[in-house]
């Protein structure tokens, strides 16, 4: 790596700590940590399976087709950042900083990209599209999950802002192609 190449990347790394110790002092209320560890825990999957569901059992034909786009959708991000995080290996913060401090024991090693936020925008997106009354539950519950996972010292912001971006990206390319065949 070129030497100007490594000292921007030790930059962005060090800010992506700062702004990550700065996130955690911010939340490190009771309050605070007890409510990112819940929406973290809610965004492990259990909220999106149990959306899913009602939307096959209750949602007539529009939401069998959220469900079922949103099922495809969640096991291609899977792939995608599994294969992210094996190819970067990046440690997450609670690695790199022994003072931050979690109540959520992370699902696996690496930190980016942020597999939690990642899902939460693919399946608010593919939900809303289909379902637009959705967002008024979705949205701040997708805002929340992303925020959690910085807050808890999991992610740094950067794993989660590119997440967002992947997310955006899957869910509008399944949406297009799901429309170009209806």
Known sequence: MA?????????L?????????????????????????????????????????????FGGEVGQQAALQMAVVGLSSLVLYKGLKWMSKRPRPLAVERSLQTRVAPLDEFSFPS???????????????????????????????????????????SDVLAAIGLGWCLSAGSTALMFDHL
């Open 3 to 11: 030497p100007s190449v490594r000292r921007f990347s030790e930059y």
């Open 13 to 57: 790394s060090a800010s992506d700590l700062r702004l990550t110790r700065f996130a955690q002092q911010l939340s490190h209320r009771p309050w605070g940590l007890n409510y990112f560890a819940a929406v973290s825990r809610l965004g492990d999957g259990i909220a999106w399976y149990c959306l899913m569901l009602l939307l096959l059992l």
């Open 115 to 157: 597999g939690h936020t990642l899902h939460a925008v693919a399946f608010t997106l593919v939900a809303t599209t289909h379902i637009p009354e959705l967002g008024i539950l979705l949205w701040p519950f997708c805002a929340s999950v992303a925020m959690s996972r910085v807050a808890l010292g999991l992610h740094y912001p």
